[in-house]
C-alpha cells in the first residue's frame, strides 16, 4: 500500500510540472526521501503520527479519580503512587507565624515568580500588602499573599534567603527555576495549599504570575459566589492543540503527548482554586505523569479527575484594544468595577513593574495608576463610585 501510494506521489509530481513520465518518475522518486527529511527536519512529520484525543490516556494508564476517592474515604489506593511528595524537597517556605487561613473567608495567592524579580515582588507587597489589612478592601475575606519559585544558577540564592527572612513570604523549591520547570512551581503551590502551615487546606486558592495585577475586592466578590468543598477550577479557558514544528517555542514531541489536543485547561496566569480542588489535586499528582506546560498539567489532572474548567471572561490574558487597559498585561477581573485608585499606597510610586516596556506607577497627586509605553501615558484603573 505504502509503495502505491508512493507511486501515486510520483506520478503526481511529474504531471504537476508537466515532464514526460519516463524521464521524471526517477527525479520524482528520489524527491520522496528528502521530502519525508525536510518534514521531518521541521515537525511535519508529527502531525501524521497523532493519535486522537478521543483516545486520551495518560501514564501510569491508572483510574486517577478512583485512586483520589478511595483516598479521600480513607482507604488505601489500589495502586502505588509514581510521584512520592517527599521527593518535591523545599529550601525554604513561608512562616506560620500568625497566618491563620484555614477559616471559611480566607484566600491564599500564590504568585509564581523568579528569582531576579525582585522588584515585581516589592511592588506587590508595598501595593497590596497595606490593602489586605482593610476588611472594606477585602470584602471581610483574610488574605496572604506568597510567591513561589525555584532556586537560582548563581550567588542570588543568599539574596533569596534574606528577603524571605526579612518577608517570610517564599516558597522555594529544590530545582532550577526557569520556564519549563514551571510545573514544579505548580505542585509546590498545591503542596502548600494542601497542608497549609500543617492546619489544613485553605477554602480558595489564586494561583497568579508576577505580572497580572491583582484588586482584592474583586476577588473577594467572585469567591463570595462559590463554596469551599465545590470542585472549582477557574479563570480563561483554552481548548488547544499541540505546536509541533521545531521552531515553535512550546513545541512539544509527539513521544512527549502523542495526541492531537490537549484537554480544556486554565491559562496559568490566573487561576481559582477551591480547597475541594486541591485536596484532589494533590493525591492526582501522585498517580499521574509530570508534563513539562504547569497550565497543561493542571488540565490533565482536571480531565483525569472530571473536573470541568470554568471559563471566567473577567480573567482575561489578553489586551484589549477598545478599553483603557488595554496596554497592559493582567487580570480584566482585576480591572471592573474598582475603587478610587488612590486607595493605593503612595509608596508605590515609580516603582518599575512588569517589564522594561510596561510597567505601572502610581500617580500620588492625583491618586491614579497610568502605565507608560513609548512615552505615552494610558491609564489601568478607573475610578468607580459604590
Given at each position: 500500500m505504502r509503495i502505491i501510494l508512493l507511486r501515486i506521489y510520483a506520478v503526481s509530481i511529474c504531471r504537476l510540472t508537466f515532464i514526460k513520465f519516463r524521464s521524471c518518475l526517477p527525479a520524482a522518486l528520489l524527491a520522496i526521501p528528502l521530502t519525508l527529511t525536510l518534514f521531518w527536519i521541521t515537525g511535519l512529520s508529527d502531525y501524521f503520527f497523532e493519535i486522537s484525543f478521543d483516545d486520551f490516556k495518560w501514564p501510569p494508564f491508572v483510574d486517577v479519580q478512583k485512586q483520589v476517592s478511595l483516598e479521600l474515604l480513607g482507604y488505601p489506593t489500589e495502586t502505588p503512587p509514581i510521584n512520592l511528595w517527599t521527593q518535591f524537597r523545599l529550601l525554604h517556605h513561608p512562616t506560620c507565624k500568625n497566618n491563620r487561613l484555614t477559616r471559611k473567608r480566607s484566600i491564599l495567592v500564590i504568585v509564581k515568580s523568579a528569582p531576579e524579580r525582585i522588584k515585581?515582588?516589592?511592588?506587590?507587597?508595598?501595593?497590596?500588602?497595606?490593602?489586605?489589612?482593610?476588611?472594606?478592601?477585602?470584602?471581610?475575606?483574610?488574605?496572604?499573599?506568597?510567591?513561589?519559585?525555584?532556586?537560582?544558577?548563581?550567588?542570588?540564592?543568599?539574596?533569596?534567603?534574606?528577603?524571605?527572612?526579612?518577608?517570610?513570604?517564599?516558597?522555594?523549591?529544590?530545582?532550577?527555576?526557569?520556564?519549563?520547570?514551571?510545573?514544579?512551581?505548580?505542585?509546590?503551590?498545591?503542596?502548600?495549599?494542601?497542608?497549609?502551615?500543617?492546619?489544613?487546606?485553605?477554602?480558595?486558592v489564586l494561583l497568579l504570575d508576577d505580572d497580572y495585577l491583582l484588586l482584592p475586592w474583586n476577588?473577594?466578590?467572585?469567591?463570595?459566589?462559590?463554596?469551599?468543598?465545590?470542585?472549582?477550577?477557574?479563570?480563561?479557558?483554552?481548548?488547544?492543540?499541540?505546536?509541533?514544528?521545531?521552531?515553535?517555542?512550546?513545541?512539544?514531541?509527539?513521544?512527549?503527548?502523542?495526541?492531537?489536543?490537549?484537554?480544556?485547561?486554565?491559562?496559568?496566569?490566573?487561576?481559582?482554586?477551591?480547597?475541594?480542588?486541591?485536596?484532589?489535586?494533590?493525591?492526582?499528582?501522585?498517580?499521574?505523569?509530570?508534563?513539562?506546560?504547569?497550565?497543561?498539567?493542571?488540565?490533565?489532572?482536571?480531565?483525569?479527575?472530571?473536573?470541568?474548567?470554568?471559563?471566567?471572561?473577567?480573567?482575561?490574558?489578553?489586551?484589549?484594544?477598545?478599553?483603557?487597559?488595554s496596554s497592559i498585561r493582567g487580570s480584566k477581573f482585576s480591572r471592573q468595577h474598582t475603587r478610587s485608585t488612590a486607595e493605593l499606597p503612595t509608596s508605590a510610586c515609580g516603582a518599575k513593574f512588569y517589564d522594561e516596556e510596561c510597567f505601572s506607577r502610581c500617580d500620588c497627586k492625583n491618586g491614579r495608576t497610568w502605565t507608560e509605553i513609548g512615552g505615552k501615558r494610558i491609564r489601568l484603573l478607573k475610578g468607580h463610585q459604590h
Open positions: 515585581n515582588r516589592e511592588v506587590i507587597r508595598s501595593i497590596f500588602g497595606p490593602s489586605l489589612e482593610n476588611n472594606n478592601l477585602t470584602g471581610g475575606f483574610r488574605f496572604r499573599i506568597i510567591f513561589v519559585l525555584g532556586k537560582p544558577i548563581d550567588s542570588i540564592m543568599d539574596n533569596l534567603e534574606l528577603e524571605n527572612q526579612k518577608y517570610g513570604d517564599l516558597i522555594i523549591g529544590d530545582f532550577i527555576d526557569n520556564y519549563f520547570n514551571n510545573t514544579f512551581k505548580f505542585i509546590h503551590s498545591i503542596g502548600f495549599a494542601h497542608n497549609y502551615c500543617n492546619s489544613g487546606t485553605v477554602p480558595f476577588l473577594a466578590a467572585e469567591v463570595e459566589k462559590h463554596v469551599s468543598h465545590e470542585r472549582l477550577y477557574m479563570g480563561w479557558r483554552y481548548d488547544t492543540s499541540p505546536f509541533r514544528l521545531r521552531w515553535r517555542k512550546f513545541r512539544i514531541n509527539i513521544s512527549e503527548y502523542p495526541f492531537n489536543a490537549y484537554p480544556p485547561y486554565i491559562t496559568a496566569g490566573a487561576v481559582l482554586l477551591s480547597g475541594q480542588t486541591v485536596n484532589e489535586f494533590y493525591i492526582a499528582i501522585q498517580h499521574t505523569k509530570i508534563f513539562i506546560f504547569d497550565d497543561i498539567y493542571a488540565g490533565i489532572l482536571s480531565y483525569l479527575l472530571a473536573i470541568q474548567p470554568q471559563h471566567n471572561p473577567n480573567f482575561s490574558p489578553f489586551p484589549h484594544d477598545n478599553s483603557l487597559f
